[in-house]
């Protein structure tokens, strides 16, 4: 039986991010292919987490900067490795190459953080994210990640062009797929049965945290006025002080904290608000919605690369005005909301259909592990970087293990 070796940045959490469904997606995937599985993460343990044990995925702890991954891995010698976001492939996939050679390395990105940082940066200065992301250091040791890898799966078709284009990543190297979801029923909830906004999401992630601080003052303040019924409610794993100090019943803006079951809070909801300003990859709230029928209003950060030939199951509009005419005219008008709802439901089934993607990744691997040699000697950048990287990151991480030793 083949064995795939996942390096987990953090323990997976479906309920809590798009990343968390993610992986669970990716772990489904390998099983169905018939791989047996260990998912090991040098992070604390979450009671949020999946309980991956109890669907048959083996889990174990491993150590940053320390060699006891060494003797680990030349027992447990995976077929496969996938390393969950570069820090991970930075961390590790050094100590993979040296010792299992022969495994296949796989990168999932999630979104590209240099874009995302990028992004962030280029909001807070006011200027333009691409002058900051080409001198981006996180953008050198992402990349750098990318090339050393022997399939990188991109959740964006946007990040798919920019490592293209920008940076002369070689297409062989990339693979697109995006976040999945399985043929279902339309929502049985009609527009009349709907009622108020709602935002959501992890607020691990500086986006969700901007959202929800534009909403309160930028948005709510004048859309509340046009709509004295409806209230705003805002839900997300790990809200912080300053988050749950936006709540304020009076104004009908209300943070409720983490949401027991996303697809109750978005399906009772008539509208989604998403006024994202900086951030990377595709958005899962986005997804979510169009899966259980709630038009959105989002910006073009938002819902970049989900967009299908112009058609969105909303608004998308980057000036509050335009924002907050939008989501107050989508609110009121029956007709207008059925017709984004069927824009989402087609959406949803022309893009984000799981079994067309999976075949396609399924093909993808058999032709990488048919063909693997070819493959590498074809990416000559990826193994110069590699040799580089086994040299200079081996002797770091032997100084830090001793300093470690040392201060015990």
């Known amino acids: 039986m083949p064995l795939l070796l996942i390096i987990g940045y953090v323990w997976p ?47 174990q702890n491993i150590q940053l ?57 280029a909001y807070k200065k006011q200027t333009d994210y691409r002058e900051i992301l080409q001198s981006s250091e996180i953008a050198k040791r992402e990349i750098a990640s990318i090339f050393r890898s022997d399939l990188t799966l991109m959740i964006s078709e946007f990040e798919m062009d920019l490592l293209q284009n ?35 999401g992890n607020f691990f992630h500086e986006p969700n945290w901007n959202c929800a601080w534009g909403l309160k003052n930028e948005i709510w303040p004048e859309l509340k006025e046009r709509l004295p019924e409806a209230t705003l409610r805002i839900y997300g794993a790990y809200a912080t002080q300053k988050v749950t100090d936006l709540h304020n019943p009076k104004d009908r803006f209300y943070v409720m904290g983490r949401a027991s079951d996303a697809r109750e809070v978005i399906e009772n909801a008539r509208v989604l608000l998403a006024p994202i300003r900086f951030g990377a990859g595709i958005k899962g709230k986005l997804l979510e919605a169009m899966v259980y029928g709630t038009p959105t209003v989002t910006t073009t950060v938002g819902a970049e690369s989900m967009q299908d030939n112009g058609d969105w199951n909303g608004f998308i509009a980057d000036d509050n005005a ?46 990488l592990k048919a063909n693997l040699k070819a493959h590498r000697d074809a990416n000559f950048i990826g193994a110069m970087l590699q040799h580089h990287t086994m040299q200079s990151t081996h002797y770091m991480a032997k100084w830090i293990a001793e300093k470690n030793k040392a201060t015990e």
């Open 65 to 121: 900067n320390c060699s006891s991954f060494d003797d680990y891995i030349k027992v447990l010698q995976p077929t496969m490795v996938l390393f969950d976001r570069f820090m991970m492939e930075e961390q590790f996939g050094w100590r993979v190459t040296k010792y299992c050679p022969d495994a296949i390395r796989l990168l999932d990105t999630e979104d590209l953080h240099c874009l995302r940082e990028a992004r962030r940066q």
């Open 13 to 59: 959490e479906p309920g809590s991010s798009a990343a968390g469904s993610r992986m669970l997606q990716l772990i489904r995937f390998f099983q169905s292919e018939g791989y047996k599985i260990v998912f090991a993460s040098p992070a604390a343990h979450s009671e949020f987490a999946v309980d991956l044990q109890g669907i048959g995925v083996e889990t």
């Open 322 to 367: 335009t924002f907050i005419a939008k989501a107050a005219e989508l609110y009121s008008d029956s007709e207008l909301w059925y017709q984004k709802q069927q824009n989402g439901y087609r959406i949803r089934s022309g893009r984000y259909t799981a079994k067309p993607h999976l075949e396609v990744l399924q093909q993808r691997i058999a032709h």
């Open 166 to 200: 920008q940076f002369k990543v070689d297409a062989p190297i990339l693979h697109y797929l995006p976040l999945l979801v399985e043929p279902m029923e339309a929502t049985s909830l009609s527009f009349p049965e709907r009622r108020d906004f709602v935002f959501i």
